[in-house]
């Protein structure tokens, strides 16, 4: 195999295969080492201990105050369902060690779409190292993302195989993969527009594209095999349409740009936008699909951040082969060729090994199995994540006594699912929202102390709280304070 001529003849590079392939495993296994738990996890594990506790499956939404869907859909349930007992097994040591084999399995079958299509084994690691951040993107620990993006990668590898190949039986494949997907997470869209994109490139490339037509028919079918029949879709419909501005990864690029947040990611995803709109270029690609893929996965990245994962992924399995071809053209050129023997192998072996124990070093010394749950801000960032610790574990040294105190507001709704699964089974009375301030209130999990989540809490007014002789107040930390009112209403 001649890659780049910046290495010698084929029989040199066998230890440098070996190390960059290791460096890759190494550099994703550091990309996937975040340890600050995500938010969803908290509900995650509070419908999974629902549902094996209670003996039946819940369709009554019992963590909100006033329930306000009948029948309750959760989108994720099969995630809490599998997720629960992983956790009381092996705690969490068992939900990363998911996340890490999810994430490798994902860039691998990435990594195998682009050799199908051709590409060199280094071109297709070099484009995976460049795309592999999308990690950072969709797998803080642990979501249900990490089960779309493994599904997407696998649909994208059986939908190459059969466009190239004419493996038509590995479609069908799809439909039990659809099944598990849909009552995993909501992202099962993705897989059927990925189909749909699939068809209609291959009609406008004049190639057959019925096989791709029922594969959908047979995917959408499959969608209604779960707990709720056609109310899922119904539910699918609403969500996907409603206006989420409060929710940061649903912005637009340019609304990210504007509210002030970190420039790099946002720079990093215009620049492989560029890089593969380079390659496209120097080719002068003609492959309708995977172009028409690419450029609708950009369009919905560019209008909200959550789906620039699905670019990154569809450009790591469609760009190496393109590359591979730029390589080819360099290795005519005699400058290249030279500076590719006075390099030889010694010195990008030495290289990519000193890279490798590197960032091995920095992925044990994160504790990767571990799960944090900060209680206070550290790094002063805009998306930073930290939880009401002091609030929770005094509300749960209360529990013997009689007079509860009634309120825990808190300063942002993103830990509101760690309440349900930490307050769960502790009575107290519910209570009305405070007179005059306008909040709504949920309980965690009824009966249970009523918790005021709310964003940005901290720009109001605390008068309507704090202001007169009517508040006790018990605990205030950074992200919450705890008071209960000297008359009960």
């Known amino acids: 195999m001649d ?89 969490a040591p068992g939900l990363q060690l998911l996340k890490y084999g999810c994430g490798l399995a994902t860039a691998g079958l990435v990594y195998l779409t682009a050799r199908k299509r051709g590409a060199e084994p280094l071109s297709a690691i070099m484009v995976l190292w460049m795309v592999q951040l999308f990690l950072a993107m969709g797998y803080s620990p642990v979501r249900a993302q990490v089960f779309t993006y493994g599904f997407f990668a696998l649909y994208l590898y059986l939908l190459e195989d059969a466009r190239l190949r004419g493996h038509w039986r590995g479609l069908w494949f799809l439909i039990p993969c659809q099944v598990l997907w849909c009552n995993l997470h909501g992202g099962f869209l993705a897989g059927l527009g990925l189909l749909v994109l699939y ?14 037509l029922g594969a959908l028919l047979g995917s959408g079918l499959a969608t209604l095999i779960n707990p709720y029949g056609m109310e899922y879709w119904h539910y699918i419909l609403r969500a996907v349409s409603m206006p989420r501005p409060e929710i940061t990864e649903w912005v637009s690029l340019y609304r990210a740009y504007q509210m002030g947040f970190p420039k790099e990611p946002m720079g990093y995803f215009l620049g492989m936008a560029a890089f593969s709109g380079f390659l496209a270029w120097w080719a002068r690609w003609r492959e309708i699909t995977p172009a028409l893929a690419l450029a609708v996965t950009l369009y919905l990245g560019l209008k909200h951040q959550r789906h620039q994962v699905f670019f990154l992924l569809l450009a790591g399995g469609y760009l190496p082969v393109l590359l591979t071809g730029y390589f080819e053209v360099l290795k005519s050129r005699p400058r290249a060729l030279a500076l590719g023997h006075r390099l030889g192998t ?79 089974g502790e ?17 965690a999990m009824r009966p249970c102390t009523p918790i005021r989540c709310r964003r940005n809490i901290l720009t109001l007014s605390m008068a309507g709280l704090t202001g007169g002789n009517s508040w006790n107040h018990i605990l205030r930390t950074w992200c919450s304070w705890i008071s209960t009112p000297r008359r009960i209403p």
């Open 427 to 443: 009575n107290s009375p519910s209570g009305p929202s405070i007179p005059g301030v306008g909040w709504r209130w949920m309980d």
């Open 3 to 91: 890659f780049p001529i910046l290495w010698p003849p084929r029989d040199k590079q066998v230890l440098l295969k070996f190390v960059v392939g290791l460096l890759m495993v190494t550099a994703i296994l550091k990309t996937l080492a975040g340890t600050t738990a995500d938010p969803d996890l908290w509900g995650f594990l509070a419908f999974g201990r629902l549902f094996w506790e209670s003996g039946r499956f819940p369709y009554q939404d019992v963590f909100s105050y006033v329930p306000t869907l009948d029948p309750w859909v959760y989108h994720e349930w099969l995630t809490g369902v599998c997720f629960y007992p992983l956790y009381q097994t092996l705690g």
């Open 199 to 212: 068809a209609l490139g291959e009609a406008l490339s004049r190639r057959p594209f019925r096989p791709y």
């Open 346 to 424: 010694k010195i990008p072996t030495l290289l990519v090994i000193f890279l490798t124990v590197l960032w091995g070093y920095q992925f044990l010394s994160r504790a990767p199995l571990s799960l944090k749950i900060p209680g206070v801000p550290g790094t002063g960032t805009e998306n930073e994540i930290y939880y009401p610790v002091a609030a929770l574990d005094r509300s749960r040294s209360w529990r013997s006594i009689t007079r509860w105190p009634r309120w825990i507001i808190s300063r942002s709704a993103t830990w509101g699912e760690r309440c349900s699964l930490t307050l769960i």
